[in-house]
């Protein structure tokens, strides 16, 4: 447990996989999927870790990806039962560090645009991949359209960033560039949000 917390300081997402093992990695998924401190864990690379690891060997791909998906099921479907049930109570308080009212109207233009496909599209975008869930709950979205699109974005999320580390991982020499892949797929998943404040910015 101490190489985990250690690890997780560090932000070093092999590191942090290899300390946490299948545990470790469904806690992280789970809790960056549907609780609102998770808005801060970087998804996308622990699970791209996970995938270079399995290609060594460290993890059995097809375990792996059975646990990270229901992990996200399960996270989304907490985060939908939290929205559905105090959500609405937190967005009537003035913003505060997690939650800002520009993100639930953001976010209901979202799900206008896109109707429930936005649950899977919002696994792809970081900090709407946490949000989306809650505010899902919120807006009443009936619960087993709901189930079924958090289900394929789950699958289609998790197993596919496995499948891209696992195929990365089979190329030699790969692990020596870990770090700078994990920060370019960090940077690619981010690339949305600082769009869209930058269209705000020029909109002001």
Not at 29 to 44: H, K, R
Request: hydrophobic content about 50%.
């Amino acid at each position: 447990m101490l190489n985990f917390i250690l690890a997780c300081i560090h932000l070093n997402p092999l590191r942090i996989v290899e300390a946490g093992g299948y545990i470790g990695l469904a806690l992280l998924i789970y809790a960056e999927s549907g609780l609102l401190f998770g808005i801060f864990l970087p998804g996308d690379s622990l699970l791209f870790a996970a995938g270079l690891l399995s290609a060594g060997g460290f993890f059995d791909p097809g375990l792996l990806a059975i646990v990270v998906v229901f992990s996200a099921i399960l996270g989304d479907s907490t985060g939908y039962w939290f929205g559905q049930q105090v959500g609405a109570h937190i967005f009537k308080r003035p913003d505060s560090f997690f939650l800002r009212h520009e993100y639930l109207e953001r976010t209901q233009r979202f799900y206008r645009k896109y109707g429930p496909r936005a649950v899977v599209l919002s696994r792809f975008v970081p900090v709407v991949r946490t949000l989306a869930p809650i505010l899902a709950g919120v807006g009443k979205m009936r619960y087993a359209t709901f189930l079924s699109y958090n289900a394929i974005g789950a699958f289609i999320w998790g197993a596919g960033m496995i499948a891209v580390g696992y195929w990365l991982g089979s190329i030699p020499g790969t692990s020596a560039y870990v770090l700078p892949i994990s920060a370019g797929i960090i940077i690619v998943s981010f690339f949305p949000i600082f769009l869209n404040v930058f269209r705000g910015k020029r909109a002001v």
